[in-house]
């Protein structure tokens, strides 16, 4: 398993005491007649909105599942910090285990820096399916940069420049809180394996979403609801799938995993709308009728949501095993100026689960499946045993019989694309500068947008 195009590639051996167990790391019985899995995770989708919606008839694809399938509220994990959550259900296992337990890792020089993937301490789940003869497309994963070299398509959470911007503005306000300072990564890498593989613009989604964008002309908002920046959440996750969409027709990979961020960010801006006006302060406290079209665009932000999943659901059979999820739910709460939903506390922390496809009854329910539970599930449908030392299990409605454990995966090699430049950030500062989010400002002044990219 190579890289390509002659990039560099930094190979990482997992050992973390794997030679003492017999078998530990060895690549499952490569396979490629198991069925299809497909994983779309939706960050920030909470069961209070999903619920109400589905039955309301407002999320035809979501409700199609479960009636398919299984739903319900997903267990989630304190602290409600998406890196580590997404690496949990990426890996089965705990963030102390995984290596990822924040946004930004501090030294006892009070330097900070970003979290990536060369931090990641364990296998996910596309790296044990790569050596076990099955091809993954990975879109827009969190923490999924610098790509890793599998045998099928991986497009970073880098790929696009104005989520990497994102990323290094929270990065500097959680250095902040703990009085650090960022320090950016001078190395670079490519931002997708392989390094040269085309990203369709979204364009070549078709038809477009029924959905409209509701921040772009029409009514008006609040003022502290910025408009812009809440309709570019529409057109990045749009591009999102039409990159997706783009893997599976040229690729039909086995496994192919998908992260959606629009929600959470939209909701930290709109979630006060659907809470009690008197949980907020006088200047967060729109009329009733500024009120009911702030919640309506949350909700149409839902729709709009669901519309993209069945674009990425119609493309697998009802044998597949489809899994959509979000690693966490929403709350009230004023996390800084005109910021109104929030995930820190337990009322936020479950997130949603729907899955459906062979060895699921129709309409069954979750159980206590948490978000470790994902890995074990989707190797137990696929026949390959779970990792012993995985901290989640194959989530009780599936009904099929898992192998019996391996000790670990964890010897398993992986192979991040290296330290050549991507050639992607002046291109970064100059798209955001084309949108308006730098005029007038340096790079590192831009803070405004960390209120609406709040993990």
């Known amino acids: ?21 017999p078998g530990c790391g060895d690549p499952p019985e490569p396979t490629r007649s198991r069925g299809r899995v497909l994983i779309v995770g939706i960050d920030g989708a909470s069961p209070r909105l999903t619920g109400p919606l589905a039955r309301e008839g407002r999320l035809p694809q979501l ?13 989630s994990i304190q602290p409600l910090l998406s890196p580590r959550i997404w690496t949990s259900v990426a890996t089965g296992k705990t963030p102390e285990r995984h290596g990822i337990v924040g946004w930004v890792d501090v030294d006892v020089g009070g330097r900070a820096r970003l979290y990536t993937a060369r931090d990641r301490r364990v296998p996910a789940l596309w790296t044990i399916a790569s ?5 993954a497309g990975v879109v ?13 398509v991986m497009i970073s959470d880098h790929a696009l420049p ?27 890498a490519p931002v997708r394996h392989p390094p040269d593989w085309p990203l369709p613009d979204s364009a070549q989604l078709a038809p477009r979403p029924r959905v409209a964008n509701p921040f772009v002309g029409g009514a008006d908002f609040p003022p502290w609801v ?35 961020q629009g929600i959470d960010r939209v909701s930290h801006r709109l979630w006060g709308n659907l809470e009690p006006a008197e949980l907020y302060p006088e200047a967060l406290r729109p009329d009733p009728t500024a009120r009911a079209r702030g919640a309506e665009a949350l909700r149409s932000y839902y729709e709009f949501t669901d519309e993209l999943v069945g674009r990425l659901v119609e493309r697998f059979g009802p044998e597949d095993l489809v899994i959509v999820l979000s690693d966490h739910g929403f709350e009230a709460g004023v996390l800084r100026a005109g910021v109104t939903g929030a995930h820190e506390t337990d009322a936020a922390s479950e ?43 194959p989530a009780p409605f599936l009904q099929v019989e898992a192998p019996d454990p391996v000790p670990s995966y964890d010897g398993l090699a992986v192979e991040l694309l290296g330290d050549e430049p991507s ?22 002044d831009v803070e405004s947008e960390a209120e609406q990219v709040r993990p």
């Open 1 to 21: 398993m190579g890289p390509g195009g002659g990039i560099r590639v930094v190979a990482a051996t997992l050992a973390l005491g794997c030679a003492s167990l």
């Open 351 to 393: 997130g949603v689960l729907f899955a459906r496809g062979r060895g699921i009854a129709p309409g069954s329910g979750i159980g206590s499946t948490t978000v470790f539970d994902i890995v074990p599930t989707v190797l137990a449908w696929w026949g390959l045993p779970p990792g012993a030392d995985m901290d989640g299990k």
């Open 63 to 75: 409700r199609a599942i479960a009636e398919q399938g299984a739903s319900g509220a997903l267990r």
């Open 226 to 260: 910025p408009r812009e920046n809440l309709a570019e959440h529409y057109r990045v996750d749009e591009q999102i799938v039409a990159w997706a969409l783009a893997v599976d027709e040229a690729r039909s990979p086995d496994l192919l995993m998908v992260l959606l």
């Open 162 to 188: 104005r989520e990497r911007q994102s990323k290094r503005i929270l990065g500097r306000r959680f250095a902040r809180e703990r009085d650090a300072e960022l320090i950016l990564d001078a190395s670079q």
């Open 140 to 152: 827009n994963w969190l923490l999924s940069f610098p790509p890793e070299a599998i045998d099928g």
């Open 131 to 135: 050596q076990a003869g099955l091809e």
């Open 423 to 444: 050639g992607n950030e002046r291109r970064i500062q100059e798209q955001l500068r084309a949108l308006g989010y730098l005029e007038g400002l340096e790079l590192e």
